[in-house]
């Protein structure tokens, strides 16, 4: 386990497609840079950072079960099209009790009504959703700023 406060990024399906998916609905920024964004904030601020993207959802699980055992203190998840599927991942999440923000590139509410539901949202701590990638920049930002090392175990 860190000393420092520490963060994991996770990106599920298709957000490696980032930049060239859809780009009138998810524009024109990449993953790769997204994440390094990120890191650059995090590792300015001292604070230790990883991520993870898959289209895999028993990876996802795993990586968030590894990161309660790593003692994490931190998710910011855009679980992709997990977001309205997946109870595994969202009980992944609730079983390791890492505190959570959910970010969705895309205003999922102003888009078809199967988006409108997320598995997350009610037990996430803030879910940012129709600021592009700036989303991730400002989850990033606001946990840096305002989240604790928590007491694990
Ligand atoms: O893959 C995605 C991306 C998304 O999570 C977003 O970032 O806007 C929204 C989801 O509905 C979609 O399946």
Redesign the pocket.
């Given at each position: 386990m860190s000393s420092n406060l520490s963060i994991l990024l996770i990106n599920?399906?298709?957000?490696n497609l980032l930049g060239t998916?859809e780009p009138g609905?998810?524009g024109a920024d990449t993953l790769p840079n997204v994440v390094a964004r990120s890191r650059a904030t995090a590792e300015n601020d001292g604070v230790t950072f990883a991520d993870f993207q898959s289209n895999h959802e028993g990876a996802i699980i795993d990586r968030i079960q590894q990161a309660g055992a790593e003692g994490v203190d931190a998710i910011v998840i855009?679980?992709?099209?997990?977001?309205?599927t997946s109870v595994a991942i969202r009980d992944a999440l609730t079983g390791t009790a890492i505190p959570f923000i959910e970010?969705?590139?895309?205003?999922?509410h102003a888009?078809?009504t199967w988006?409108h539901h997320s598995y997350f949202t009610d037990k996430a701590v803030a879910i940012i959703?129709?600021l592009g990638t700036k989303?991730y920049d400002y989850a990033i930002n606001f946990v840096i700023t305002n989240f604790k090392k928590r007491v694990v175990g």
């Open positions: 599920g399906p298709n957000l998916r609905i998810y855009n679980p992709g099209a997990f977001t309205h970010v969705h590139v895309s205003n999922i888009r078809e988006r959703a129709g989303g």
